[in-house]
């Protein structure tokens, strides 16, 4: 699909995990389906609008204190 902004993307599903990123992709590629056509910046934009993150703030930040650690 052309048009996609990944940086904005970044910046409007701060705070989203894996899974709640799928959802909007998944639902943006709905809305494109439905339409017949591509998936646009404009359906991410309003499936991400539509959407929450799965984890509070407070959640995340617990889970980020531990991204330092390194795998062995």
């Known amino acids: 699909a ?3 902004i990944p940086e904005l993307l ?6 989203f995990v894996a899974s709640d990123i799928k959802l909007v992709v998944d639902n943006a ?3 494109a389906f439905s ?3 591509e998936i646009s910046m404009e359906f991410l ?3 991400l609008r539509a ?3 799965s984890l ?3 959640e995340l930040a617990a889970f980020r204190q531990f ?3 390194e795998r062995k």
């Open 51 to 53: 959407a929450s993150p």
């Open 67 to 69: 991204q330092s650690l």
């Open 35 to 37: 339409k017949k056509t």
């Open 56 to 58: 509070s703030a407070e």
């Open 29 to 31: 590629a709905r809305m």
């Open 45 to 47: 934009q309003d499936a």
């Open 10 to 15: 970044s910046k409007l599903s701060d705070g």
């Open 2 to 4: 052309q048009g996609i």
